[in-house]
């Protein structure tokens, strides 16, 4: 278990350090002005990942847990995810055509949708728990894509080349995911060249809809904020707002981490009982909530030295807006939880149905505060909102009992013996 850790840890560390460093170069060697096009172009393309793996994702890796034939399973999955990334591929083009002023310029970002059914192999080395494999295709990816980084950075900075570094890094990703995949013992099989029995699909679809719908909304939620920056106020206060952002995002990896390798593991102890399920949860999560309040004890007396020090002096507000923004990675902690026992419980749709208030919440005091507060105006939109749908919605739903019982036994409240059991 505590090497599923470190290899969850380095992998997850490699890919938002990639991230970073990509962040890093950018605010640097672009103006203020071009770095906040840079992430508004971004936002736009990664509103529409989720449609091309429509939420497949937590479902496929509870599958190839439990189940022990796979293949068909793997062969319609690869069918399905290739056929909604070339959906999302056709909206994303008009949508970079209206709502940019030379945003076709990127437009070959799509290429990166066309092969987002090659995380097949991601999900398997999850569910088999072969964490050593995600990352090392990471690393090798992001270690060649590292020295064309530092090259388009210092020799051809430029909007294009920099979203030309992101779509080879993907690529380079989903590449060495295949070539691994080939190596091991007990591989994924696909069967490329065979068309397989869609009848299972209308029933993976359905069961996948709220976890597409809740992730799309997720993204929207991470990406609305940038967006509407862009458009209420200006690309410096979106420069000055987004690197915060890519900091927090990159710090989100924490409970994704703890979450992502005790996942497994929460599936079994649900399996043998509610209650064994509940104190495994428990204490991942008390964990999490410890190890994310130091993360922003950390923050609260030293963003400012972090920012000048990594992004230069001209990002200094964005240290003063991360002490409050750094807020959020505690609160995913029980938002990453609460979605993970929805999905054990078969209950997405409640996931759904919290990220949607969610959404309508943020987009509204987002339109509300960013005209009187700018970028301070888009963080405490964030906090509110995620308060709302990460922590107290689930002590308000009815079915979501086991994400409230769980959150009460991380912090101590003993509950009640479940008779059932």
């Known amino acids: 278990m505590v090497s599923s850790y470190i290899y969850v840890a380095l992998e997850r560390i490699i890919k938002s350090g ?7 170069l950018a605010s640097r060697f672009l103006t203020k002005s071009e770095f906040g096009e840079y992430s508004y172009y971004i936002a736009i393309f990664t509103l529409f990942l989720p449609l091309g793996l429509f939420g497949l994702e937590g479902i496929l890796i509870r599958k190839f847990v439990c189940e022990k034939e796979t293949d068909d399973l793997a062969t319609l999955s690869f069918y399905l995810i290739g056929v909604f990334s070339i959906v999302a591929s ?34 398997w080395f999850q569910a088999k728990q072969y964490f050593i494999y995600n990352f090392i295709a990471i690393s090798l990816a992001s270690t060649i894509a590292l020295i064309f980084k530092l090259i388009i950075a210092i020799y051809y900075p430029s909007i294009e080349n920099f979203c030309y570094i992101f779509v080879l890094e993907s690529l380079l990703f989903y590449l060495f995911l295949s070539i691994i995949n080939r190596k091991v013992n007990q591989k994924l099989n696909i069967c490329f060249f065979k068309l397989p029995d869609f009848k299972p699909a209308l029933i993976l679809i359905k069961e996948s809809i709220p ?23 200006d690309s410096q206060a979106l420069a000055i707002y987004a690197v915060s952002a890519k900091v927090n995002e990159g710090l989100l990896l924490i409970p994704a981490i703890i979450m992502t390798v005790a996942y497994p593991k929460m599936i079994k102890a649900f ?9 495994v949860a428990g204490s991942v999560i008390r964990k999490s909530i410890l190890i ?9 007396f030293f963003s400012n030295w972090f920012f000048t020090l990594v992004f230069s002096y001209e990002y200094r507000y964005s240290g003063e807006l991360f002490k409050i923004h750094s807020l959020t990675i505690l609160l995913a902690s029980f938002g990453i939880l609460a979605t993970k026992l929805m999905i054990i419980e078969s209950r997405q749709n409640l996931v759904f149905y919290a990220n949607f208030l969610g959404l309508i919440l943020n987009i509204t005091l987002n339109y509300v505060l960013i005209p009187i507060y700018s970028y301070w105006g888009a963080v405490i939109a964030t906090i509110i ?9 689930w002590f308000l739903l009815p079915n979501a009992k086991i994400v409230a019982d769980t959150i009460k036994y991380a912090v101590g409240i003993k509950m009640k013996r479940n008779r059932t059991d």
């Open 292 to 300: 994310c309040i130091s993360v922003f004890l950390f923050f609260l």
């Open 18 to 24: 990639s991230t970073f460093l990509t962040v890093i």
């Open 385 to 393: 909102t995620q308060m709302l749908t990460s922590v107290f919605v």
């Open 271 to 279: 399996g043998n009982s509610r209650n064994e399920g509940v104190i």
């Open 90 to 123: 056709l909206i994303f083009i008009p949508v970079l055509y209206y709502f940019t002023d030379d945003g076709m310029r990127i437009s070959y970002l799509i290429i990166v949708y066309f092969f987002q059914n090659i995380l097949l192999y991601n999900y």
């Open 211 to 233: 976890l597409f719908l809740s992730g799309f909304i997720v993204i929207i939620f991470n990406r609305v904020d940038q967006i509407m920056l862009m458009h209420l106020q």
